[in-house]
């Protein structure tokens, strides 16, 4: 069977252009190498004389980061990892800056009741990505964008940024690719999902149209819930729905049917820019400035986080030593304090 499609973007010319591919199983397999292959420098394709070669001269990496959730019955469970890795490798291709693995399996639990959801506890996806990228900084990486696109990890990823910022490891951020762009996802939809909307149908109808079944985006958009708000499902103030079918049959929201490969084009080179702008920024500023501010008061946390402890633990010491006549060599003082380590 010939089937012909478009499939991962390449970084110029190869952009739009369909390649044929024997059958539609080996394009799934190889949808993400076809034509991304060796147009960015990607960990896994490397040998490691290069990355040294890469981390003695260069401290930034790219990770893409998505979700194995089901996005209704038109788009793949993949949307959202298709889409972070799509970014970061087009990124990475322009800066030439690292790509690292995508993560494929996020935070989605809110997706389960529909067929095929993949999904990890937050505590098992925050630890997961915390390990890695302090892995990263073993090897010379001082810098980090985690390149984001399914809305479930976004609070886990600010949290370990955090961690990691917090004990100076390194400075990592969340960038998700539809919120540096919001002006122009609202221009070109009346209502742009949030989820498996218009606005990821365009994306992959761009990316991976094969992977689109075109033919379902009426009922979709008929079956699903098509306006949505910040007020849907509130009560009193109170969200009352944890997980996507509460507020939808389907699982999408939106009007799919207003979605096309040309704005998906359109999105994607204006979040590319973007992204490529804040890796830049990123990459210019000196570490110093993106590692916490010191404390306020002139007796900050040390290092280890236990200096503000340490100073009251000697104060008493020091009182204790006035009210006793111990001193150090006569005694060892009981005194112990907590130390308070941020986390
Ligand atoms: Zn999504």
């Known amino acids: 069977m010939n089937h012909t499609a478009k499939y991962w973007p390449d970084v110029d010319t190869h952009w739009d252009l369909p390649i044929t591919i024997a059958s539609l199983s080996f394009c799934k397999q190889t949808f993400n190498h076809a034509l991304v292959q060796h147009v960015c420098m990607y960990i896994a394709e490397e040998r490691w004389p290069e990355l040294k070669e890469y981390f003695v001269d260069n401290s930034l990496a790219l990770v893409p980061l998505g979700s194995t959730e089901q996005h209704g019955p038109h788009l793949p469970l993949a949307t959202d990892y298709m889409i972070a890795e799509a970014y970061a490798r087009k990124a990475a291709a322009e800066t030439e800056f690292l790509c690292t693995p995508t993560v494929n399996v996020g935070v989605s639990p809110h997706h389960k009741q529909f067929s095929g959801t993949m999904w990890v506890d937050a505590p098992v996806f925050r630890n997961y ?41 390194l400075y990592a951020i969340e960038w998700m690719w539809n919120e540096s762009i919001p002006d122009l996802v609202n221009d070109l939809f009346e209502q742009n999902g949030p989820h498996g909307g218009p606005k990821e149908t365009a994306m992959i109808q761009y ?134 380590v941020p986390r």
């Open 129 to 169: 990505v915390e390990s890695f990228t302090r892995n990263l900084a073993y090897h010379g990486i001082d810098r980090v964008i985690f390149v984001n696109a399914h809305g479930g990890n976004v609070q886990h990823l600010r949290e370990v940024g955090r961690r990691l910022r917090d004990d100076r490891v």
């Open 207 to 340: 990316l991976a149209d094969e992977l689109v079944r075109n033919d379902r985006l009426a009922e979709a958009h008929e079956e699903g819930l098509s306006s949505f708000d910040s007020e849907t499902g509130r009560k009193f103030g109170a969200r009352t729905f944890y997980d996507a079918i509460d507020n939808t049959e389907n699982g999408v929201l939106g009007n799919q049917t207003d979605a096309t490969a040309a704005k998906g084009k359109e999105m994607f080179e204006a979040a590319t820019e973007q992204l490529i702008k804040l890796t830049e920024w990123v990459n210019k500023q000196p570490l110093d400035e993106l590692m916490p501010k010191s404390h306020v008061w002139d007796s900050p946390l040390d290092e280890a986080g236990r200096g503000r402890g340490m100073k009251i633990r000697n104060r008493l010491v020091h009182l204790m030593r006035n009210v006793t006549g111990l001193d150090r060599a006569g005694g060892r003082l009981a005194v112990t304090t907590v130390p308070h």
